[in-house]
């Protein structure tokens, strides 16, 4: 009997995705791009989210942040990730200076393509969002397959 199994290496993808931060105050969906596991022997990528209240009166009328960062591949099925606002005067670096707003947070990848992306932020607590990762077509490095001989083994364990 044969058994054919992926080798886990980590393949260069693009993820787009929505998200809501659900904080009253802001009320705002997430929009995402990421490329991922493209540098540091693909293991590392670059994510860009702006974010986009609903409010059009009132202290926080037309809020909106581009958050920008580095994500880490832990596993195939785990990526963590962390960025930091430089552009927005209200919450920006540009404004805020070291005050300005941060995030970390995690992608999952349960089944194939579907990314969930959970993060929390100290300005606008957690917030969390869904999206799809695609498979780089510039990528040389394709899921090979290995073939395991279950006969061979059998008795050893």
């Not at 993808?13 to 596991?37: H, Q």
């Not at 994510?47 to 009166?57: A, I, L, N, P, S």
């Not at 932020?121 to 001989?149: L, N, Q």
Request: glycine share 10%; hydrophobic share 35%.
């Amino acid at each position: 009997m044969k058994l054919v199994a992926l080798r886990t290496q980590y393949i260069p993808s693009f993820e787009f995705g929505v998200g809501y931060l659900p904080k009253p105050k802001y009320d705002a969906m997430r929009y995402t791009v990421a490329i991922n596991n493209f540098l540091f022997k693909q293991k590392a990528g670059v994510y860009v989210t702006y974010d986009k209240g609903h409010y059009t009166e009132g202290p926080w009328a037309n809020y909106w942040a581009v958050l920008t960062g580095c994500s880490y591949s832990i596993s195939r099925v785990v990526t963590v990730y962390g960025g930091m606002d430089f552009i927005t005067l209200n919450h920006g670096m540009r404004g805020q200076g070291i005050f300005c707003r941060k995030e970390l947070g995690v992608d999952l990848y349960p089944w194939r393509g579907l990314a969930i992306r959970l993060g929390y932020s100290f300005m606008v607590t957690f917030h969390c969002g869904i999206g799809w990762k695609f498979d780089s077509p510039f990528s040389k490095e394709a899921p090979r397959r290995r073939i395991y001989d279950i006969d061979k083994y059998r008795g050893r364990f």
